[in-house]
């Protein structure tokens, strides 16, 4: 299995930005999708962007869409989720991973069987 290690979490004010970054232990991304999730305290794991290698496709939960971006780059094998106009209800542990091969839904958790240890973000008003 591929080790994954995210970095970039931190405190930020409403309106403010971070990048995370989800580095991996090889190259492992070809037909794999490369997730980011989060988990808030008392609530489900759930979907925040995704990133198919292969093609360069990238899906994003609706919460999301127009503030994060979802990039890899292959030289260092490392994945990165830009975080823009952060919102208090962007806090959470944010977790990178990797999918099985084949999988058609990298929206779904259960699409994953690599993950990372996870980063804290918090978003202050």
């Known amino acids: 299995q591929v080790q994954l290690v995210e970095s970039g979490g931190g405190l930020v004010q409403a309106g403010g930005s971070l990048r995370l970054s989800c580095a991996a232990s090889a190259r492992t991304f070809t037909r794999y999708f490369m997730g980011w999730f989060r988990q808030a305290p008392g609530k489900e794991r759930q979907f925040v962007a995704a990133?198919?290698?292969?093609?360069?496709?990238?899906y994003y939960t609706d919460s999301v869409k127009g503030r994060f971006t979802i990039s890899s780059d292959n030289a260092k094998n490392t994945v990165y989720l830009q975080m823009n106009s952060l919102k208090p209800e962007d806090t959470a542990i944010y977790y990178c991973?990797?999918?099985?091969?084949?999988?058609?839904?990298?929206?779904?958790?259960?699409?994953?069987?690599?993950w990372g240890q996870g980063t804290q973000v918090t978003v202050s008003s």
């Open positions: 991973a990797r999918s099985r091969t084949g999988v058609t839904d990298p929206r779904s958790r259960f699409s994953y069987d690599s």
């Open positions: 990133v198919y290698w292969n093609s360069g496709s990238t």
